[in-house]
């Protein structure tokens, strides 16, 4: 429950400060246009649980096919503290642009959700919904581990 409270608040917030005031200012009456079918617009989540790590993406779809908004985070759920140093991840699915990166995580989080990617990408009109793979590594490479992600009834 605390883990889907978190990822609504992250879009939420997301969807909020998406864009900076001159990409807004660039579009003049046609944003509040978008606004009004933003209702029909759809959202996507995904949830999935390895055995150290539970992860969750969420996909936010214009209807008129505009820029995809998604953010991808996983929390550590294993034995012992949460991981520093380097975070791998690489993830994919049928129906979601396909990503991998990594960050230097100096101090653990409080909460141990780490937000792996956030982003707003060009225009993509992806089909059905499908599952997500995620591969997490870890721990200088010595501990990885591959979720599987499936769509949330929402």
Partial sequence: MYRRLMAALGIMALLGGCGNTTENASEPQAQTAKS????A???RDYEGEGDAWSAEYSM???EDGGRLRARLTASYEGAGPAPI???KYSYYGVDIESGSGGMVVKKAPENGVYLLRDLVTTEYRPDEAGSVELL????NGKRSETIR???TEG
């Fill in 41 to 43: 617009s759809e959202m």
């Fill in 136 to 139: 997490l590594i870890w721990n």
């Fill in 85 to 87: 140093g380097e975070v």
């Fill in 36 to 39: 009004d079918t933003a209702q």
């Fill in 149 to 151: 992600l499936e769509p």
């Fill in 60 to 62: 936010y779809v214009p």
